[in-house]
């Protein structure tokens, strides 16, 4: 990675250890956008336009879905010659390491989206945490947003501005990078649909709300499924918000930078860019942003396996011990121009509700989600998505089911009260999703 000057930059960020914050030095970042973020902070206009150099995918043909033997990573089936460029169009800008000149920090996280993504295939997930802290009083939850929070970027692009968790902080979270395969589909579901699924309380104390937000693309109310917190409800929001807060790279949605710990003055020194760094190419009408999101939106399910008798009978025994309060099997998706996404099955195996999970919330609330609230993680893929849970704390299936609480408690129960060869055969189940 090279500055305007073309010198080398050397990036820097601390490390937790037993005696404190430890600075190392680090390569150019490797690692990409997990979803979910904070509002940016803070107004910031630099001195020089991003130069942002956008060359469109040219290599024909373009790889259609093979319909009857999809691939993990392809494109959705049945997508005109437009839309398929799209996607690779997309995909090109996903894997397009950012640099200063293009708008990269002053501080961040990552530099390109598919290090972070690319676990089985661009787009997968990865065992890549982000930190996420803040103050927990009687109570209430401050996200700490003067300091910084409640993410934290842990590499600058000048080796200092790098933000620590703030003494004050009494949370800190570790969040996974999670799949991003077939969100077009899910995006494509109504709101009424997920919104059918609320649940008056049953008698394993289910209930599920759904995570109403503001979204910034449509500017409309809408119910939020993206992200561990279902803080977002649109592709082009989800990503947006990725490129400002895991990137450093401001756009007509989030057109402030994030100050390092909140530190305006210090941003001021650092970005020299100006406000928005992603800016519209007038001949395509087209952002960075834009066409992250055509990826995302075009970007197949993960295929799923060949079921056997055995893993039929985990099936059943899935549902047998009610996990599908939460984890919906189905949903269908609504009108669609794209032929793929338009009332189609989604078997994606979540609510896409907000649920009370106890001991297994990660202590940060985050728009309508409280401390203890956690979206119903989808588990189509799952076989693609280890290490498991939303800091990646589980190594195995197994271990995940086992760590539920709050309102999956009776259902855990009922899994562990299984035989070891029942628990194996839910398991295999899983891995064919």
């Known amino acids: 990675m090279k500055s305007s000057t073309h010198a080398i930059v050397v990036i820097t960020a601390f490390a937790m250890t037993s005696s404190g914050f430890a600075q190392r030095a680090v390569q150019p970042p490797r690692q990409g956008p997990p979803p979910g973020s904070q509002q940016p902070q803070g107004p910031q206009t630099g001195e020089h336009p991003a130069q942002r150099p956008h060359d469109k995918h040219t290599?024909?043909?373009?790889?259609p879905a093979n319909p009857r033997q999809p691939k993990l990573g392809d494109p959705l089936p049945f997508l005109t010659p437009k839309q398929l460029a799209d996607f690779y169009d997309g995909k090109d800008d996903f894997e397009q390491e950012e640099d200063i000149e293009g708008g990269l920090g002053p501080i961040f996280n990552r530099n390109a989206c598919s290090v972070c993504h690319a676990q089985g295939a661009v787009g997968g997930g990865s065992d890549?945490?982000?930190?996420?802290?803040?103050?927990?009083?009687d109570g209430v939850f401050d996200p700490l947003e003067d300091l910084g929070g409640s993410l934290m970027q842990d590499s600058s692009i000048l080796g200092h501005g790098i933000e620590i968790v703030p003494p004050i902080a009494n949370v800190t979270a570790q969040r996974n990078s999670t799949p991003l395969f077939g969100l077009g589909l899910i995006e494509a579901i109504p709101d009424a649909t997920i919104l059918h699924g609320v649940k008056k309380r049953n008698p394993d104390g289910v209930v599920g709300k759904p995570a109403m937000i503001h979204d910034v693309a449509t500017d409309k109310e809408r119910v939020g499924r993206f992200g561990w917190k279902a803080q977002?409800?649109?592709?082009?929001?989800?990503?947006?918000?990725a490129y400002v807060n895991e990137m450093g790279i401001t756009s007509r949605l989030f057109p402030t930078e994030n100050a390092p710990n909140g530190n305006l003055e210090l941003l001021a020194q650092l970005d020299t860019i100006a406000d928005p760094e992603d800016t519209t190419d007038p001949v395509t009408g087209k952002a960075d942003i834009d066409r992250a999101a055509d990826f995302m939106r075009l970007l197949a399910p993960a295929p799923r396996v060949k079921p056997t008798r055995a893993t039929q009978l985990g099936g059943v025994l899935f549902r047998k011990i009610q996990c599908t309060a939460c984890h919906t099997p189905r949903m269908i998706t609504g009108p669609s121009p794209v032929r793929s996404l338009s009332r189609r099955p989604v078997w994606l195996y979540s609510d896409l509700l907000l649920h009370d999970m106890g001991t297994l919330g990660d202590g940060i609330a985050q728009g309508p989600a409280?401390?203890?609230?956690m979206k119903t993680a989808p588990l189509w893929g799952l076989r693609f998505t280890a290490p498991y849970l939303h800091d990646g704390s589980a190594e195995t299936v197994d271990q995940a089911i086992l760590a539920h609480d709050g309102e999956a408690k009776a259902a855990r129960d009922r899994y562990e009260a299984l035989t070891t060869e029942q628990q194996q055969r839910i398991v295999e189940f899983l891995m064919t999703l």
């Open 59 to 63: 290599t024909p043909p373009f790889r």
């Open 128 to 137: 890549v945490n982000v930190t996420r802290f803040g103050l927990l009083a």
């Open 232 to 241: 977002q409800a649109h592709l082009l929001s989800f990503a947006a918000d």
């Open 370 to 373: 409280s401390t203890t609230e």
